[in-house]
Structure formats: C-alpha cells, structure tokens
C-alpha cells in the first residue's frame, strides 16, 4: 500500500487536532479547578492581610472586626519611618 501525500497530511492534520483536543480538554480542567480554588481562596483571604493590599485580590478589605466604629477612635500609631526629608508621601515608601 503507497500512502500518498494528500492522506499523510491528513493524518497528520487528525493527530495534531486529537492532540490540541485533549491539550484544550487538561487546560479547561485545570482552569476550572484553579477557579474553584480561587474563590474558596478569597472567601477566606479576607481574614488575613497576607498581600500588599489585603489578599491575593488587592481588595484591601478585612473582615475582621477587632477594629469597629466604636473603638476606631482609640487606634495609636504604632510605628513611623523616617524618610529624612519634609516631602509628603501619599503610599507607603518602606
């Protein structure tokens, strides 16, 4: 049997098209997975501040509730960096 060139391609064509098929098929479960993973993620990211911003999401939010409107008024500084010159800073420099 001579395999002509027209069916070789063709069967390269169906392998390549199984291959991408199964390719696209293990990305879609891995996508699915890490979105699954994700939101149970930030369902729980916002009782840690574990990331510039808060969470993995940047939300800057927590719901914790050590700090509430009645005690907001106590809050001390803690902590201050000097920067050495008088230039206001709207972000955290350190």
């Known amino acids: 049997m001579k395999l002509t060139k027209g069916f070789v391609r063709a069967l390269i064509f169906a392998i390549v098209a199984v291959g991408i098929a199964f390719l696209m098929d293990a990305v879609m479960a891995r996508a699915q997975a890490g979105a699954k993973q994700g939101a149970s993620a930030?369902?729980?990211?916002?009782?840690?501040?574990?990331?510039?911003?808060?969470?993995?999401?940047?939300?800057?939010?927590?719901?914790?509730?050590?700090?509430?409107?009645?005690?907001?008024?106590?809050?001390?500084?803690?902590?201050?960096?000097?920067?050495?010159?008088?230039?206001?800073?709207?972000?955290?420099?350190?």
């Open 42 to 94: 930030t369902a729980t990211a916002h009782t840690q501040w574990s990331d510039f911003g808060g969470g993995p999401d940047s939300a800057q939010y927590s719901s914790l509730t050590q700090i509430n409107p009645s005690n907001v008024s106590k809050l001390q500084v803690a902590w201050t960096s000097p920067t050495g010159d008088e230039a206001r800073y709207f972000f955290e420099p350190v």
